[in-house]
Nanobody, 123 residues
Framework: QVQLVESGGGLVQAGGSLRLSCAAS????????MGWFRQAPGKEREFVAA???????DYTDSVKGRFTISRDNALNTVYLQMNSLKPEETALYYC?????????????????WGQGTQVTVSS
């Protein structure tokens, strides 16, 4: 069982930055694929970024070059550094953990989810 708790969301102006954190419980954190997803009101949950146990990463095209995912296995924490934020990126951001060997962009492949942290980008 893995419990995930996100933090770091908030209100930021367009062009600004935020750093999201996701603290995980459990002794096998390092073996999980960790992902960040987001969901805006009335829209489906969408993949943002993921990182493997070997620090391989994947990003959705719209955030490449602006967002960086990283993990600290000693602290059981995964981070999402978000720069140059856009108003259309306003959403509830979720952290997820998947007991899989490869990075997937599909929410169904992730086993555990946090409650989400709200990111609001004003224009």
């Amino acid at each position: 069982q893995v419990q995930l708790v996100e933090s770091g969301g908030g209100l930021v102006q367009a062009g600004g930055s935020l750093r999201l954190s996701c603290a995980a419980s459990g002794r096998t954190f390092s073996s999980y694929i960790m992902g960040w997803f987001r969901q805006a009101p009335g829209k489906e949950r969408e993949f943002v970024a993921a990182i493997s146990w070997s620090d391989g990463t994947d990003y959705t095209d719209s955030v490449k070059g602006r967002f960086t995912i990283s993990r600290d296995n000693a602290l059981n924490t995964v981070y999402l550094q978000m720069n140059s934020l856009k108003p259309e990126e306003t959403a509830l951001y979720y952290c997820a953990a998947g007991a899989v060997r490869l990075i997937f962009r599909t929410p169904m492949r992730y086993d555990y989810w946090g409650q989400g942290t709200q990111v609001t980008v004003s224009s």
